[in-house]
């Protein structure tokens, strides 16, 4: 499995879940979909000015590796709805987020807060896990009130 992340200033934002995908090739097309929707000016990138950062949408948005749970998600299984674990470590201003893994099942899910909050813990600073709903291989939406928080 891959996500689709766009990375954020840490003093600006967690990084954004866009997508999970059930290839390679899926999130590749949703990655240039997303990018093209604001290159284009089609649409206005909400996360154009950020803390410390000069956005940039070729590196900023990335396909990377996402962990199928091998309880709830056996291989070759998939579900409509996802159910996605990310760690965050919060302090000094900063918000950082490490996706956990990818359920099935949300009573398996809520059981892996627990260790992917152990996992975020950085520099000391308070960690906590939150689950965000996701479709399979859709582009999510990157309104900052579509992500999980506190
Ligand atoms: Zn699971």
């Known amino acids: 499995m891959k ?13 954004l879940l866009l997508g999970v995908f059930s290839s390679a090739k899926a999130a ?6 997303y990018i093209a929707r604001y290159k284009s000016g089609a ?12 956005a940039n949408l070729r590196t900023d948005v990335m396909v990377v590796p ?6 709830c998600l056996p291989r070759g299984r998939k579900p409509e709805r996802l159910i996605v674990v990310s760690g965050y470590a ?3 201003g900063q918000r950082i987020r490490t996706l956990d893994s990818a359920h099935g099942s949300p009573a398996c899910a809520k059981k892996s807060k627990a260790k992917a909050k152990r996992k975020s813990q950085v ?21 900052a009130d579509e992500q999980p928080c506190l």
């Open 123 to 143: 520099k000391g600073f308070p960690a906590y896990a939150l689950l965000q709903e996701i479709q399979l291989d859709r582009l999510a939406c990157d309104a």
């Open 66 to 71: 996402m962990r199928a749970c091998p309880a």
């Open 28 to 33: 590749a097309s949703a990655r240039a979909e």
């Open 90 to 92: 919060e302090g000094f």
């Open 43 to 54: 649409a206005k990138d909400p996360w154009a000015r950020q803390a410390y950062h000069a």
């Open 3 to 15: 996500a689709l992340i766009r990375t954020i200033s840490e003093y600006t934002d967690a990084d």
